[in-house]
Structure formats: C-alpha cells, structure tokens
C-alpha cells in the first residue's frame, strides 16, 4: 500500500524558533519521489521540495532543510528561525508510478504550522 | 515561468446544477490531472489523462465527473450533478514530456467550489 503519514496535525511555535515537521511514508516501489509543498491561506500548493528515492543527500535552502532516511522511511522538513510568514498547512506527497504507467501523488493530511509573533 | 492556470477561481452552483472546471496546462506538457481537497483535509488524487483518455481514476471519480481536452490546450473537469459534498478545492495539474521530471506535476491555483 501507498501511504504518507502526517502525524503532526498542528504545531505552535514563537518566532524565531526551530520546528520540524515529520513526514513517513510508505511504498514498495524501489524508485519514487517525495515532495514538500506549502499551502497558505489562499489555497494554493506552493512548491518547495522534490527528492528521488535514490538520493539521501539532506538538502538545505535557506531557512528550510530535509532530512531524507530511506532505512526509516521518513522525509522531514525543518524551518529555522521561524517567522510568521510560515505560518501555514503543509504537506508531504508521494509520487509513484500507477498502475497505467502514469504518476500520482499522494498526499499526507498536512500539518498546520501556527508561528507566533 | 511556465504555470498552469484554472479559471474560475470561485464557483458557486445548486445542488443538481452542471459545473465546469477549465484548466489550461503547461504548454507541450503531456500528463494531466484532476485532485480535490474537501476544506480542512488533504489533497486527494481524482483521474489522470493522458493520450486523450483517462489513465486512471480513484473511487471517487464516479459516474457524474467527466474529463475532456477539447481543443488541445484546455482540460475541463466536468461535475454533470452536483452534490453537497461536492464542495472542495479542485487544483488541475500537468506533467511534462518524457525524460523532464514526468513525476513532478505542476499545479495551479485552484477552483474553489461550493455548492448550495
């Protein structure tokens, strides 16, 4: 089965402080992709991270790291010095190949990141 | 930047009422996709498109929905009998050609529905 796991349904942090937000997922596919994305109050996806399945380097952008561990099936995304401007839903996606040779996303139920000023 | 674009941005309907959802995908991009996102939940996959036919389709992607490239540049989503629960966020995607990133789809904004 085909699962990503969001287990963190809100977080609070105060500006300026460090979160992690934590992403399991499950598959038997040997290659798939992880995605981060950012949903704002507006609604839209916001993209902010792709990562293959063959690629465990961490990733670091800014204020945003990942930290990819295929042993424990796990995608996390950290902000550093939080700002209000995080504030948001955010979502961790799957990518694998369907059945008919396209590929479908599926997402985790999101966590709701509250910054505090 | 090439982005997908969806129009409306906010619909509002009847209960019972056909709705259509139109996408415009990135341009030679070759994948297409319907997901919905009822408020407060997560983003759940409907139908892919692909060589003018749906490639497949979730358990929710029953009788009354219905996909169409008309014209080669647009992807319509269409609802012919809208219900209450109906009512979600409805984002296209698309997907480009083969060896670009196909696994990394392109969303747009979204079609905010409510139905009434």
């Known amino acids: 089965a085909q699962k990503v796991t969001q287990a963190q349904t809100e977080i609070s942090v105060v500006e300026k402080e460090d979160v992690t937000l934590d992403c399991v997922y499950e598959t038997r596919d040997t290659t798939y992709y992880l995605f981060w994305y950012k949903q704002p109050p507006s609604g839209e996806l916001v993209f902010l991270i792709r990562r293959n399945s063959f690629d465990e380097q961490n990733e670091i952008s800014g204020r945003y790291s990942w930290n990819f561990q295929k042993s424990t099936s796990s995608f996390n995304f950290t902000i550093t010095a939080s700002q209000v401007v995080d504030s948001a839903v955010y979502f961790c996606a799957l990518s694998v190949v369907s059945t008919s040779g396209t590929y479908k996303y599926i997402f985790g139920t999101g966590t709701r990141l509250k910054v505090l000023a | ?116």
């Open chain 2, 1 to 116: 930047e090439p982005e997908v674009t969806q129009t409306p941005s906010h619909q509002v309907t009847q209960m019972g009422q056909e709705v259509i959802l139109r996408c415009v995908p990135i341009s030679n991009h070759l994948y297409f996709y319907w997901y919905r996102q009822i408020l407060g939940q997560k983003v759940e996959f409907l139908v892919s498109f692909y060589n003018n036919e749906i490639s497949e389709k979730s358990e929710i992607f029953d009788d009354q929905f219905s996909v169409e490239r008309p014209d080669g540049s647009n992807f319509t989503l269409k609802i012919r009998s809208t219900k209450l629960e109906d009512s979600a966020m409805y984002f296209c995607a698309s997907a480009g050609t083969s060896g670009e990133f196909v696994e990394t789809q392109y969303f747009g904004p979204g079609t905010r529905l409510l139905v009434l």
